[in-house]
């Protein structure tokens, strides 16, 4: 049996290196007592085991301008702690991101030496321009995508702080 290769425009790949453990790592991205604190401060939560459900929930100012309470909704596909995540990744708030169906998502925390990691996330996303448009941080509408995304997730690790980067704050 074949598998089909990914082409790489269906592929968007983001990486950070963070000076932290990789149950660190971990924690910030699936403990939403964490994920509220960087990004779009959004709590994002997590059944994690394979069919487990992804929902993440609307901030209070994204509730203000009209969003939808589940903003992005998905579905784990494998739980590796503390090292991989793989899941599927839709977008609810936007009609045509929302037609473009669930993406696969996929977290990959690498240690290294000197007490850093490297963060790799790689998303699908074959035939959804608006999603890739959205991720990328190309979307001024949108925030910052993945890039300010993991940008706040690392200096919340190394310094106890976010940054609001993702949001524009």
């Known amino acids: 049996m074949t598998t089909p290769t990914m082409k790489r425009e269906d592929v968007e790949v983001f990486q950070v290196s963070i000076k932290a453990t990789p149950e660190a790592v971990w924690n910030a991205i699936t403990d939403p007592e964490w994920n509220r604190r960087y990004g779009y401060q959004s709590p994002s939560e997590y059944e994690l085991r394979p069919g487990g459900a992804f929902r993440t929930l609307a901030s209070a100012e994204m509730r203000q301008h009209g969003g939808p309470e589940v903003i992005i909704d998905g579905e784990v596909i494998e739980s590796d702690p503390p090292r991989k995540l793989v899941q599927t990744w839709r977008p609810l708030w936007d009609p045509e991101s929302t037609a473009e169906g669930a993406k696969r998502l996929t977290w990959e925390i690498a240690e290294g030496q000197g007490g850093v990691c490297t963060l790799t996330v790689t998303h699908e996303v074959a035939n959804a321009p ?40």
């Open 130 to 169: 608006k999603t890739r448009y959205m991720v990328t941080g190309k979307d001024p509408n949108a925030g910052g995508g993945w890039p300010a995304v993991l940008e706040d997730l690392k200096r919340l690790l190394e310094t106890g702080q976010p940054a609001g980067t993702a949001t524009g704050a």
